[in-house]
């Protein structure tokens, strides 16, 4: 039998205090232990803040191209071990192998451009009003930093967050999100197994409402980067603001994607059907709403809704399969509880609608991609986030009725818009109320050049990725130089 994993704390792998484990399934098959991670508590958290609190002065100090020296070892690792990554992130998670492997990468590519970024840290020289003298703009790390990670994207989001606080010269401590705690040891092993020294990251496993809150509130922290729902990063903020600590915060969305009369509908309905059921729907910038001209909501309709007929779903690691299941009893639970509301409030299914059952389903965790039209700005499928393979179509009579219904929800994440008129193109760039907008592609596309991040009650504080990545985890310094 598989030894119980451990915490990593100053450079070691070390048992929790608690002694405690709990296993983690796969949502595949829910009998199948993929392993036994610790029950954290309040000691290992001290421990793991202790270690980066000690670490930092070296970590700072060290030349940043000696810290992407370390990073870059664990880069050309990741690439040499991405098929076993994937399949643990597919055992813990659900997605398919391919999602898996898309995710790795994208995970390489982000922290490589982070990397980057780091080694062009740049300041200012500044003319100041004072004969013989000068003024510096710096930028310097805060010192101790924390990451919260969530399940969806478990080893992409502590790669795109770790690598600028670690370059910009931070130690950190890590919570992997409870679903998913495989993925965050395989990363933590590859920053270990590369030379990264004893307390610059420290990951601990455990709940966020045992460990979490801890790490949050200590004034040793002084930043917290966290994904995951909006209820938890609004709890996250104010928690923060007791000790001025600053919050990056990545939540929720509802994202649109508006479909014009003039649009390409074979292009239109295939980004529906990708960003809305590719990872079972379980990703922050997935389409929820496709928000459709009245004139052409038919004949778009019939194309989604054969293209969620067509997804086969069954267990990620079968190369025939295009969607997986959802990530746990609780999330299949939350989603078909969307689902009845949705029937109960008038909205006409047309396809899915239930958990599949039957050979392969039985013990998993397994919902059918499911598209509900006739859909209603006021019912709860319009306006809350279902975090699951479910898709609103909703019908307009107008550019104008599309763009109001569009901004008219809580959340401000990631929109699109389909359409060959670029008037109606840019002006939807323009006012769309969120962090990422795209014409004529899905609503999940993003590059790691550019800033990731919502408005609204989608996120607050500075963007993710981008250059805005590593200016969340550094402080401005001014200095002042009279030398004659």
């Not at 451009?113 to 009003?129: A, D, H, N, S």
């Not at 966290?226 to 000790?243: D, L």
């Not at 990703?283 to 809704?305: H, N």
């Not at 929800?409 to 008037?423: F, H, K, M």
């Amino acid at each position: 039998m598989k030894m119980p994993y451990r915490n990593y704390i100053d450079g070691e792998w070390i048992a929790p205090a608690s002694g405690d484990h709990a296993p983690q399934r796969n949502p595949a098959c829910l009998s199948e232990i993929t392993g036994d991670y610790p029950c954290s508590d309040e000691t290992d958290v001290e421990r793991a803040l202790a270690a980066a609190s000690a670490a930092c002065p070296a970590w700072r100090d060290m030349p940043p191209a000696r810290r992407a020296a370390i990073l870059r070892r664990a880069l050309v690792a990741m690439g040499e071990r991405r098929e076993e990554i994937a399949l643990a992130l597919t055992n813990e998670n659900g997605k398919t192998l391919d999602e898996s492997r898309a995710e790795i990468d994208a995970a390489i590519a982000e922290m490589d451009f982070q990397i980057g970024e780091g080694l062009r840290l740049y300041g200012q020289t500044v003319p100041i009003g004072m004969s013989g003298a000068m003024g510096l703009h710096l930028r310097v790390p805060l010192g101790v930093v924390a990451i919260i990670s969530p399940w969806n994207f478990p080893f992409n989001v502590p790669g795109r967050k770790g690598t600028p606080a670690l370059m910009a010269g931070n130690t950190v401590v890590f919570k992997p999100a409870q679903l998913t705690p495989a993925s965050g040891r395989l990363f933590t092993e590859l920053l270990a197994d590369a030379g990264l020294p004893a307390g610059v990251w420290n990951c601990v496993f455990g709940s966020g409402s045992r460990i979490g809150n801890q790490i949050v509130r200590d004034p040793r922290v002084r930043a917290i980067s966290f994904t995951g729902s909006t209820e938890v990063g609004k709890q996250i903020q104010r928690e923060a603001a007791a000790n001025l600590t600053r919050t990056q915060l990545e939540l929720g969305g509802k994202n649109p994607l508006v479909v014009l009369a003039d649009a390409n509908l074979d292009e239109a309905a295939a980004a529906a059907v990708k960003a809305a059921f590719a990872c079972a729907g379980q990703w922050c910038t997935s389409t929820s709403r496709a928000i459709v001209e009245a004139s052409v909501v038919d004949a778009f309709t019939e194309k989604v809704v054969a293209g969620a007929r067509a997804i086969r779903v069954g267990r990620g690691t079968d190369p025939s399969v295009h969607m997986g299941p959802v990530c746990g009893t609780a999330q299949k639970r939350g989603i078909l509880a969307h689902i009845e509301t949705a029937r109960k409030e008038g909205a006409r299914l047309l396809c899915g609608g239930e958990a599949l059952t039957g050979d392969g389903y039985d013990d998993g965790c397994f919902i059918a991609p499911t598209i509900f039209d006739q859909v209603t700005p006021t019912m709860t499928l319009a306006r809350e986030e279902v975090f699951g393979p479910v898709l609103a179509i909703m019908s307009v009579d107008s550019f104008e009725a599309a763009l109001e219904l569009a901004n008219d929800v809580r959340y401000g994440l990631s929109s699109a818009i389909y359409t060959q008129d670029l008037s109606r193109a840019l002006t939807f760039l323009e006012h769309t109320d969120v962090g990422l907008a795209h014409v004529n592609m899905h609503t999940a596309h993003k590059e790691p050049q550019l800033s990731f991040g919502g408005v609204k009650e989608s996120g607050a504080g500075l963007p993710e990725a981008g250059q805005s990545g590593i200016e969340f985890f550094t402080e401005h310094k001014v200095a002042y130089i009279k030398y004659r």
